[in-house]
Each structure stands twice: as C-alpha cells, then as structure tokens.
C-alpha cells in the first residue's frame, strides 16, 4: 500500500509537540549563550573542573558497581544450580520500588549521624555515608536491577549451543564463559551500564541527602543564591554536554550490538552450572545484596515512622502530601499521553524520515536532567512568561517534557501493535470507521497506552528536582517532604511519605517484569525513573 | 577400529526416556547416518557422543577410551567436532577466528599445540570451499547477496571449524534443516566430498531418509529413543526390520500373500521372498516395483497421476479394491482413469508375517 502524505492536523499537533517538547532545552542555551562573559567565566574557574570531576567519578563508579552485582546476579540466577534462583530472581528486580532519593534516606536514618545504630546504642553514626563511597553505593543499589534484568534477558535468550561449540572445540567452562558467552552479553550489559550512568548523571536527590558535590547540586544550590542565576545555566549546560557524552557512547555500544547480535536464539534452556560448595555462599551474597537494597530502606523507614509519636506528621498533612502527588501525577499522565499520540501515530503510521527524525528529537531533547528542565523552564517563566512562574501548568509542562519518552514509548509501541490490514480487515466486513476504531483500534492501542501512561504517573510521583524548583509555593507532595524532612534529619517525618511512595511504585516493577518477561524488544528499554 | 562406541546407552528426563539403551559403533573414516522422525532421541544421543548429556545408564567409548559411564571426560577432552543446527557461530569473532578456535586450546593428552594455525585455518577455509572469506565476520557472509547464500557459507564455515583442529569424529545435528532444498542436494554433495577427501570419521543426524540413504555408508534408524536397525542403506530400503521401517525409510506398498519354497506369491505374480519360513504374510513392495501397462482388459484403474519431471507416480485401484502406488519413468506415460494391467518386477522382496 501507498503511504499517503500525513492529514495536515496529524502533522501540525506533532511537530507543535516536538517543539513544546525542545523548548527548555533551546531556552538553557539561548540563555546560557547569551550569558555573556560573566557567566561563563565559572566554566575556567577550578571550582567547576572539580565540580565535573567528581560527577565523571560518580558516574564512572555508580555503574562499575551496579554492572559487578547486577551481571553476578543474573549469572547466578539464570545459569547456576543456586537454591532459590527463581525467588532470588524475582527479588533482584524488586529494589526498583525504592527511589534512590528515599534509599539515600533509609541509609542516613539507618547508620548516619543521628540514624537507628546511634538511637539504639549511641554513637556519632558514620560519616562516610556522606560523600562518594555513600552516593556511590545508593545510586548502584538502586539501579543495578537496571543491569540484572538486561542481562538475565539476555542470557536466557542466548544460544546455548553458542558455549557447547566453544566446548566441542576444547575449552573448558570457565575458558567458553569468558570467550563466547561475555562477548555475546556485553550488548546488554552495555546497554544497562549506560542506563544507570544516565541515571547517575541526572541524580539529584541521592547527592543531595548524602551531600555529595556533583553537578546536579550545585546547579540547585546556585540557583537557590538568587543573586545570580546565569551561571547555573552555564552548569546546566556542562551537564548536557556530559549527557550527550553519555549518549554518544551509548548510541556507538548499541551499533555493535546490532552488527553482532547472533540470528539464532534459545530455543531450549541452557545447562545449568553446578555450584558444588559454593552454593551457600552465592545465595548469602544474593540474600546480602537485597537485605542491604530492598529489606534494609523498608524495616528502617518502618522504625522510624513507628517510633518517636510526636514529631509525626498528622494523618491530615500526609493526605494532603499524597494528594498533591496524584493530582500533579494524574494530570501529568493525561498530558504526556495525549502528547504522545500523535507523534506516534505519525511515526508508527506513515514511516517517512521527517516522522521519524521528530520522534528522534523529541526523545534526545528529554534525556535532560530534570533539574536542566526544570532550571530552563524557571528561566523562561521568569523572563518570558512571568503569569507561569509557579503555576502548576507549568509544572506539569514539567513533567511531560521529562516524561514523554516513556509515554511515547507506551503509544508507539500500542500503535505498531495495530496492523492496517486488521482495520482494513474490519472495513471489508463492513464495519465504518467509527466502528472499526471502537472494535478494534481502540482495544488493540488501550494496553500500551495505558502502561504508558502508568510510567509516566509514577515517575511524575518520585520526581524530585522538578517538582522542588517548579512548585507553586506551599504546595508540598510526597516527594519534597521527603527531601526537606531528611534535609533537616527529621528521619520520623520523612519516613511515612517514604513509604507510602515504596507502595505506589510498587507497579512499575510490575509493568518492568511483565514487559520483560512478555516482550524481548521491550527488555532493551526498561523505563527510566525518578 | 572403532571411533565411537555406544554400549546400552540410556538418558531420561524426567519421567521421559529420550534414549533407552541404545548401542551403536561408529568405525574410523566412516560416514553413519543416525535417522529418525523429531523427538526420537537422536540429537540426545548426538549430544551424549559430545558430551554435552551424560548418560543415565550405559557406557560411551571414544577411540577406545571410555568417556561416560564409569568416568567422565568433559566435551573439551573428547576431540568431537560439532556442526550444529543452527551452526552456532561466534558472532564477535571473524571466519578465521573462528575456524581458528578449536586450535588455539591445549588439547592435553590428546594433541599437541600446533604451529602455523594461519596455515591451517586456510587451508581448511580452501577444503569447504570458502577461500579469502577468512577476515568477515558471520553476519557479513552473505556479500549482499540472498539470505540462502548466507546460510550456505555459514554451513561451510562450521563445518571448517568443526574439522580444523582434525577431531576423532565430527557430528552433524540436521546441518540442512533451514537451508532450501536446491542448494541442499547441493551442500550435501560437497560435504560428502570434503568428508572423504580429509578422511573422516562422521555421524549425521538427519530425520531426512534420502539424505541418510544417499550419503552415509551405514544408516541406524532409530525410533521412541531405541535404534531398531543398522545396514548398509541398500538393506535398509529392500530388507527394513518391520512395517514401521519400510515406510519410514521411503514408500511401500504391502500386499497380502503367503511364502511358499523361498517365493512370496501374491495376487500379482510371486517374487523371489527374502528370508525362508512359509505361511500367510505381507510382502513389500516398493512402487518402482510396480509395472503399469495401458491394457483395456486390464482389471486395474488410474485413480491418480502425479507427474513429477524425472518420474511419474500412479495410484492403481485393483479389483479386490486394494490400493498401489507404483513408481514409473517418466517417458512411460499413462493417462488417469486408464485401465491397466499391473505386473511385479524385481526382487528379492521383503516379507512381514
């Protein structure tokens, strides 16, 4: 069939929605570039070579650890005779639900200054929490599922007679494992490291709590000085230059992966690795790791917010703190999904370049940090379109810009389900347009939408930066109230907000598994967070 | 001498007996056919000779030694080479790494770390026919061209690598089963040539009885996990152990009549039987056994004719209402609904009581 040109409506709400969707990231440099020499002075200043270093540091070591526990882990659960591999299987992934933010939390009220160890049997706390090796640790707790289901993924799908060739031809387990079978992985592994980087890069809350000099913190704090805010501009874009780096680097990992992605996949199980005596090892390790990541944050929050009654926030306030959250969430939901829709519809629909490279714009620009957004969007509210500046439009703008991968992912997803020939199928069989779109169309889009739409909703809930620098004033969600109450080492205030946002994550690990599990084109890309 | 040994070899998983006491012998240069339908046992018994499955019961022997059973020796130690089925092919490494694979590897005990490994891979990259391809990497084969070709070459170069480090034996898992049938009478020609020319010791495992048939000086037939029967395939197509084996093996016609002095009679004439014994029994007939000729009188009729190019294939409706397919050259042309008369050529045949 003949792809028609797109209807002109299709066309104009897309590229209106690309462009919405590219302004804050036009704006930061507009403004950055029009900084003048003043503002860009702090990019020769030593104080930023530091600044950058130690992000490279966090962003270097975050993945490092998080590929070291997440690779060993699907190792041991995929191909080990480990006792309890497919429990320890679904809780690997589980540590998802906790924001990094709130596992930061969780380990400065556990063993910091003022934390559960000093309330039960004194002591100052330790102090090296605060810093690299805290941040460090939090941020790889928090995303090495990132890895650990990418690579369980791909070592299901592997080829075993891939290894059996490897033995055949005279190498031993160990020797075919570290010739043939990493080789094969590293496309995924890759594809998770870089995941967690981008996280790393972009984290804000994790560095703040634990106090650690990234980027990310120093743009708030200079644009919390007020007396100057272009040079957190400048800062915002140091920040993108590195995001493209990142980005760069992963569009390189995922061309090699295409060229030497094997066409056979698994049709039967792999054998399994004996572990002779150190089976009991491999499942204390596996056990650590999700007592320290998953158990941990949760049986600590659960102390704090069942201890010490009178500094707990009214059952009234953390209502209002939840509603906020959903309100802004829901609202964030609808609008990044009707944003979506065409873009999609165009993209999926009429396969042309333009199509395709405004859907490749949109999702580039929103690989910005959500703090970059969220400065970008202060700036043009306050010079451009002062009646926004704290408006919760604005905010959920916000969130939809941050937010729009995920919900195009969902709708171009929904929309490739959905074969012309089915609709033209119906209208042979006689049903109208209208019909056919109630009939078919419709039931065939609504689940990816829908999980679309489901991402987007939490990941709004969890945002932190944004929602700090875009909120109109005394209006407080979860999110921030745990970010303040922690600020000010109130561990019982925090603590129930904390909580209570574990729960409402809890689906996004459900969506992550059942996409996982159900799609192997859906593994590449697991949603972002936060 | 015997390359390969298989004594009473037995695999389960779980409550499912894949290979149930099977015993076979594989003789150095050469080339054995294990065939079967799918889901047989014959990959699982492939895989048991690797040493990828260790046997629940029974003994595998190579080149004398003893591998499974009372030891074990691991698929490293066991110099088997592997042509999978999907030809398993590491995809980070060129063709020439590839081939070059199994050379590098210290094979203690059983081979010594050559020199000269580039000499080797190409000259092993000349024997399948792919000289000059060494530098590409597996997905770069098909040199833009069709998809077959592709395969063809990715075919080639397992093959080269299975044979490059010289093993006892080298094991085929269905190595045609994605490739079309063309190009595969095509490749199973040339295997058969390189086979011979490096001399070879080979098992293929096919569910392809013309592939076993032409290619393999012996042929195990195996069914439900037992190998029921091992010949030279001449015997196996004219004197198969059962009803079951004639027409696995290609298509039979069984008629009704009794063994009498060393003949099977039959409504259609009698035919030298094998085997002796007397009584009632079925005999064997192969369709191009069965000669047609246009006969008004005849009492047989052409109920279907499929020309076919190199033959023709007729099916007879007999007065007793039986039917036969018979098998005739092509330039024997006889029209559908032609009454014909039916007569048996040939022989020894075959007989089932």
Redesign the interface.
């Known amino acids: 069939m003949r792809s028609r040109s797109a209807p002109a409506p299709l066309a104009v709400s897309a590229v209106a929605v690309a462009a919405l969707a590219a302004l804050p990231l036009a704006y930061l440099l507009i403004r950055g570039i029009g900084g003048g020499a003043d503002a860009w002075e702090i990019v020769t200043r030593g104080r930023t070579a530091a600044l950058v270093g130690r992000t490279v540091a966090l962003v270097a070591g975050a993945p490092a650890l998080a590929t070291a526990i997440g690779v060993g882990l699907a190792w041991l659960v995929v191909r080990t005779d480990m006792p309890g591999r497919r429990l320890f299987g679904v809780l690997a992934a589980l540590p998802l639900v906790i924001p990094s933010y709130v596992l930061a939390l969780a380990f400065i009220a556990a063993i910091g200054p003022g934390g559960l160890t000093g309330e039960l049997w004194g002591g100052p706390g330790a102090a090296w929490i605060f810093g690299y090796r805290g941040a460090t640790l939090a941020l790889a707790l928090a995303t090495y599922p990132y890895v650990f289901l990418l690579t369980a993924a791909a070592l299901r799908r592997m080829d075993p007679s891939l290894e059996e060739a490897a033995r055949s031809l005279g190498r031993s387990r160990a020797a075919a494992f570290r010739q043939v079978t990493l080789p094969a992985l590293r496309p995924a592994i890759g594809a998770g490291a870089v995941l967690v980087a981008l996280y790393a890069l972009s984290d804000f809350g994790v560095v703040s709590l634990l106090r650690y000099d990234a980027l990310t913190r120093a743009i708030y704090n200079q644009y919390r000085s007020l007396f100057d805010r272009e040079p957190a501009a400048v800062l915002g874009l140091v920040l993108v230059v590195l995001t493209t780096a990142v980005l760069v680097l992963e569009a390189r990992s995922r061309e090699r992966g295409r060229l030497r992605r094997s066409g056979a996949a698994a049709d039967r199980p792999a054998e399994l690795v004996p572990l002779g005596r150190w089976r009991w090892p491999a499942v204390a390790a596996c056990a650590a790791v999700v007592a320290v990541a998953l158990v941990l944050p949760v049986a600590v929050l659960e102390w704090w917010a069942l201890s010490a009654g009178a500094e707990l926030p009214s059952e009234g306030e953390v209502a209002g703190w939840a509603g906020n959250s959903l309100l802004v969430s829901l609202l964030a939901a609808l609008a990044a999904t009707a944003a979506a829709l065409p873009l999609a519809a165009l993209a999926a629909r009429r396969r042309t370049a333009f199509a395709r490279s405004l859907e490749r714009v949109t999702y580039a620009a929103n690989a910005l940090p959500g703090i970059v957004i969220a400065l970008s969007l202060v700036f043009f509210a306050t010079r451009v379109a002062e009646p926004l500046y704290q408006t919760l439009a604005l905010l959920v703008f916000a969130y939809v810009v941050r937010f729009l991968p995920q919900a195009l992912a969902g709708a171009s997803g929904a929309l490739l389900r959905v074969d012309p020939k089915l609709e033209q199928a119906s209208r042979g069989l006689g049903a109208g347009p209208w019909r056919t779109f109630a009939r078919v169309t419709a039931p065939l889009v609504a689940p990816g939408l829908l999980a679309g739409a489901t991402l987007v909703f939490l990941s709004t809930m969890k945002e932190l930066p944004a929602t700090l620098l875009l909120r109109p004033i005394g209006f407080d969600t979860l999110a921030t109230e745990v970010w303040t109450a922690t600020g000010v080492s109130a561990y019982s205030e925090a603590a129930a907000p904390a909580l209570l946002l574990i729960v409402l994550s809890a689906p996004v690990v459900w969506l992550l598994q059942v996409r996982t599990r159900g799609e192997g084109a859906a593994a590449e890309e697991p949603p972002p967070r936060e | 001498m015997a390359t390969v040994q298989l004594d009473r070899a037995t695999k389960r998983f779980g409550s499912t007996v894949a290979v149930d006491g099977a015993s076979l012998t594989v003789l150095s240069g050469e080339f054995v056919a294990l065939l079967g339908p799918s889901g047989c046992g014959k990959t699982t018994l492939l895989r048991l000779i690797?040493?990828?499955e260790a046997p629940d019961e029974g003994v595998v022997r190579i080149a004398g030694h003893e591998v499974a059973g009372g030891t074990w020796q691991?698929?490293?130690r066991?110099n088997?080479?592997?042509v999978?089925?999907?030809?398993?092919?590491?995809?980070?490494l060129t063709v020439a790494e590839n081939v070059a694979?199994?050379l590098g590897?210290?094979?203690r005990g059983l081979r010594r770390r050559r020199a000269g490994e580039a000499g080797r891979v190409a000259d092993v990259l000349e024997l399948v026919g792919l000289p000059g391809h060494g530098a590409r990497?597996?997905?770069e084969l098909s040199g833009g061209q069709q998809q077959r070709v592709a395969l063809a070459r990715q075919q080639r170069v397992a093959l080269a690598?299975?044979l490059a480090?010289e093993p006892g034996i080298v094991c085929l898992d269905e190595p045609w089963s994605a490739i079309d049938p063309l190009l595969r009478a095509q490749l199973r020609d040339e295997l058969a040539d390189i086979l011979r020319t490096a001399g070879t010791t080979a098992l293929l495992v096919t569910h392809d009885q013309e592939e076993a048939l032409a290619l393999a000086d012996r042929v195990a037939l195996m069914r439900d996990g037992r190998i029921i029967q091992v010949d030279a395939p001449e015997r196996l197509y004219h004197e198969p152990v059962d009803r079951w084996s004639a027409e696995f093996v290609g298509a039979a016609n069984f008629l009704g009549g009794r063994v009498a002095r060393g003949r099977a009679v039959t409504a259609l004439g009698d035919l030298p039987a094998r085997g002796g014994g007397g009584g009632t029994c079925d005999v064997l007939v192969r369709p191009e056994l069965v000669q047609l000729a246009p006969d008004e009188g005849g009492d047989a009729v052409v109920t279907l004719r499929e020309f076919r190019g190199h033959d023709v294939v007729y099916r007879v409706r007999l007065a007793d209402g039986t039917d036969l397919w018979s098998q005739r050259p092509s330039n024997e042309a006889v029209p559908l609904g032609a009454r014909v008369s039916v007569r048996l050529e040939g022989g020894p045949v075959a007989v089932f009581r």
């Not at chain 2, 999978?84 to 980070?92: R, S």
């Open positions: 690797a040493g990828f691991p698929p490293e066991r088997v080479g592997m999978f089925q999907d030809y398993a092919l590491f995809p980070h694979f199994g590897a210290c094979r990497f597996p997905h690598r299975a480090p």
